[in-house]
């Protein structure tokens, strides 16, 4: 994890802790589950429960980066959202602006990387974003949610977890209050 900002933060809180990328939970979930006393899941929760009452639909994103040659691309801002219909992304990113854009005396990097993001379909094997949010699939996830509700060691959390569409203050917040719920902290 590269020093700065929030990547000091996140060193802190994981230090002495083992980390794992690139692993699949669920195909080894008899051996995670057993190196703690809670699991915090935050994938698809149909997933989880081997899809055992249908499929929920979730909504996807795709991503096309590109080196640029130019220093600023957006001015100093690392999201610029677009929602009119004539736009066929839905965000551009510029890396750059959230941690490092300046050089160590202060001056602009010469190039900068940005990232469209489009909205797209999601099948199965894609990566889910986000929750579609209709009867249909509210109702299939009130199924889930009450298998869930008898997991004595398993918090469901997120987006994916809850079956919600949250910002990320709004995970934090929830995150938090669960914690304080469970830990009593």
Known sequence: IPIGGYN?????????C???TGVDYLEKKEYYDSLGEKIVYTGTIDAYYKYQFGKLEYRSLRFESEILDE?????????????DRETPWTRIIE???FE????????DIPKTVISREY????????????PVNDEKNQALYQKYAKLA???????????LGEYKYYDMDKVIAS?????????GA
């Open 100 to 107: 490092f854009g300046k050089d160590s005396e202060g001056n």
């Open 8 to 16: 000091v933060i996140i060193q802190r809180l994981f230090e002495g």
């Open 119 to 130: 909205s797209s379909e999601w099948k199965l094997g894609d990566e889910p974003y986000y």
């Open 149 to 159: 509700e008898k997991e004595e060691n398993v918090i469901f959390g997120g987006r």
């Open 71 to 83: 220093e600023n691309y957006q001015g100093v801002a690392a999201a610029v959202n677009y929602t």
């Open 95 to 97: 890396h750059k602006w």
């Open 18 to 20: 083992d980390i794992e």
């Open 175 to 183: 995150a938090m209050v669960r914690a304080k719920e469970i830990f």
